[in-house]
């Protein structure tokens, strides 16, 4: 299935089409849109979804990184559910706090059809609110029990024009596809209240990092997922790296990002880890070029599962420290103790 929409498309392994213009994911009956199909270096696609009740899935995820503690904040959509949720985890001592909701068949969860856009979560027990404002976006978040303790949040994550992120559709046939974007080392700065804790985020040393998906997916899937932000010497760095998900396709999500410029990458990355033991150190390299090698040492495994009937997920998420080697613009990038993550996650959903 997945071999027959390049063949039927006339497209080859990778795809390498970069999206200049703005486009519309879907055709107006609801199928991929070949002209969709491609990466680009700004978020150029409306995700105008519709029809496949039950297929279709919508989410924005944030995670803020500082030097001694992150937060999360999600705001999805799945059909048949509206999800919020964030969590806090804080380096040396694993404090970890984390609450999410589900609200069956409801509109709790409002989001829109590009980047951009803003983006909401609203309950009682806790309201999440990502809003567009000029060139950044300001996420807000309100709890009345995190981990027995009112919560709130405000912060700003700065996104300049001329920063380029990664902006991808995955193919896997005419019916079932996915629109993401990733936007990393994106400086950020706000505060946070936890009881009578203030925590801060500084913009010098704190990076938000955006995964904006949308898209229509079959039923069962499993992916790996890794990312960083952050200095590495005297260059801002990120990197995101994906498997799994995509094989097949003609597409992934790999590329690297160097001083505001996002360098793709059209080789997979392959994942070494022990499933065994998360904890210990994973190794992600680049399949066919030398433009990546790097070591993950895990502080902190965020293990969490669901089983909600007709939807059923588990996930590896772990936070630690990269280091190792990227190759880009004829260049050598040493990675020393940049802060980030990587998981494995299954999803019946």
């Known amino acids: 299935m997945r071999a027959t929409y390049l063949a039927d498309h006339g497209l080859s392994a990778p795809i390498r089409t970069e999206i200049t213009k703005e486009t519309l994911l879907c055709t107006p009956g609801g199928r991929l849109h070949p002209g969709a199909v491609g990466w680009s270096r700004h978020p150029q696609h409306r995700c105008n979804l519709s029809g496949r009740f039950g297929r279709k899935k919508r989410w924005d995820y944030w995670c803020i990184m500082g030097p001694k503690f992150l937060l999360s904040a999600t705001v999805a959509h799945v059909d048949y559910l509206s999800l919020g949720g964030i969590y806090l985890l804080e380096y040396t001592s694993g404090r970890f706090a984390a609450q999410a909701l589900s609200r069956p068949f409801s509109n709790a969860s409002v989001l829109s059809d590009s980047v951009g856009g803003t983006q909401r979560f609203e309950s009682k027990p806790l309201d999440l609110h990502f809003e567009a ?9 309100r709890s009345t029990n995190l981990a027995g303790r009112p919560f709130q949040a405000d912060l700003t994550v700065y996104r300049p024009r001329n920063h380029e992120t990664l902006n991808v559709v995955i193919p896997w046939d005419d019916r079932t596809f996915q629109f993401t974007s990733k936007q990393h080392a994106l400086p950020t700065e706000g505060a946070m ?37 952050g200095r590495s010497g005297g260059d801002v760095v990120g990197i995101n790296m994906g498997a799994k998900w995509t094989d097949g396709t003609g597409a992934n999500e790999n590329g690297i990002f160097l001083n505001g410029r996002m360098h793709k990458l059209f080789e997979d990355v392959a994942f070494e880890y022990d499933t065994g033991d998360f904890m210990k150190p994973w190794r992600m390299r680049s399949c066919e070029t030398d433009a990546l090698n790097l070591e993950f040492t895990p502080f ?50």
């Open 133 to 141: 404002v000029g060139e950044s976006v300001r996420i807000r978040a």
């Open 193 to 229: 209240r936890w009881g009578d804790e203030r925590l801060d985020f500084g913009r010098e040393d704190s990076w938000g990092v955006l995964d904006f998906g949308r898209g229509i997916w079959p039923y069962s899937t499993s992916w790996n997922w890794a990312a960083f932000s």
């Open 300 to 349: 902190y495994d965020r293990h969490d599962a669901a089983n909600l009937g007709i939807l059923r997920t588990e996930v590896h998420q772990c936070f630690g420290h990269y280091a190792g080697m990227l190759r880009v613009d004829g260049r050598e990038i040493a990675v020393r103790e940049v802060p980030g993550w990587a998981e494995e996650h299954f999803a019946r959903w």
